[in-house]
């Protein structure tokens, strides 16, 4: 049987190579008889791009945030789009946490005092601002942005969230419609935003403002949500107390004022770098293709 042609964009390790051309005949560049195209990367795909493969009829993405797609271009065209939801969620959960905690008891810097000698030379590192108890705000209360509030729950925070219309959560968490006001009343605010033209800024000089100097912002979601010219200023004056960063407009040459910053933790879009994960997010990839493939439906729609 003549396996279905398909074209593959971004860089994807042997174990998914493996599974794809088991099942595919892999093309990298566009083209007639092409029905899928299996896409990894933060890779604009726009509607003049679609328009150079006739024959498309998924675009199978490798990431839950779908953003770099034209959604309504892929729908016009009839073109279905889906994503990998679900398998990734523990692990950004977990780097917002460890990042949250990491950058308010300064553990890289801390690590850096040891392997200097400074411990022994100075004495003990200076004390810092405790975690537990602190007031929580979640940017976004999706799957992803409840991992987060149910993990900080446990770390005995109330949990006070900004959604565009209030969420079934555990008795006690506080909907906000209005995020400038979430902003004024939360010691870290955790961004877990989708990306897309809905939330672009959506962390605005206004609500950078409102965190004020005590405050710590976490972006695991898109650079894209933030203001992020506001946001350097607010780091450099110190009108904002600190940020911890997976993600950036510009990525990955990220600006480089970020670099310069020590109230800054940065991390290089790895929330869900990790082995368990990536490989269920290429089985979840290539078990959407197998389906449009098989005429069945897809497991992760997005369109
Ligand atoms: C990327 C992500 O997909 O899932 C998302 O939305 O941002 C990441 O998991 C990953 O970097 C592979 O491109």
């Known amino acids: 049987m003549t396996k279905p042609d398909i074209l593959l964009i971004g860089s994807y390790p042997d174990w998914d190579m493996e599974g794809l051309r088991a099942g595919y005949t892999l093309h990298t560049e566009p083209g007639p008889g092409i029905r899928a195209l299996a896409m990894k990367g933060h890779w ?3 509607g003049a791009f679609m328009d150079r493969l006739p024959d498309l009829g998924l675009i199978a993405n490798f990431g839950v945030g779908y953003d770099a797609i034209d959604i309504a271009a892929a729908t016009e065209r009839g073109i279905k789009v889906t994503n990998t939801p679900d398998v990734l969620t523990d692990d950004v959960a977990d780097l917002a946490v460890g990042m949250l905690i990491a950058a308010t008891r300064h553990i890289p810097q801390a690590d850096a005092y040891v392997r200097a000698g400074r411990w022994a030379a100075d004495g003990d590192y200076p004390l810092l601002r405790k975690v537990t108890g602190k007031r929580a705000g979640i940017f976004g209360l999706g799957r992803i942005g409840r991992a987060i509030a149910d ?3 446990a770390f005995h925070m109330p949990i006070s969230y900004y959604s565009r219309a209030p969420k079934e959560t555990p008795a006690g968490w506080t ?3 209005d995020p ?9 605010l ?5 990306g897309g033209p809905e939330t672009a800024g959506l962390v605005s000089r206004e609500v950078i403002a409102a965190l004020g100097p005590k405050a710590m912002l976490v972006n ?5 949500t933030v203001d992020e010219g506001a946001l350097l200023e607010a780091l450099e004056s110190g009108a904002l107390g600190s940020a911890a960063l997976d993600v950036f407009a510009s990525e990955p040459d990220l600006d480089s004022r970020f670099l310069d910053l020590e109230n800054v933790l940065l991390q290089p879009h790895q929330a869900s770098a990790t082995v368990e994960t990536r490989q269920a ?5 290539r078990d959407n293709m197998a389906a449009f ?3 069945k439906p897809l497991l992760t729609p997005v369109n």
Request: aromatic letters at 8%.
């Open 220 to 224: 695991i979601s898109r650079g894209s």
């Open 151 to 153: 993990r900080l729950a």
């Open 175 to 177: 909907h906000y419609a």
């Open 44 to 46: 604009q795909m726009d």
């Open 293 to 295: 493939f098989a005429d």
């Open 190 to 194: 955790v961004v877990a935003l989708a």
């Open 180 to 188: 400038v006001a979430l902003a004024a009343e939360v010691d870290y």
């Open 281 to 285: 997010m290429g089985q979840l990839q």
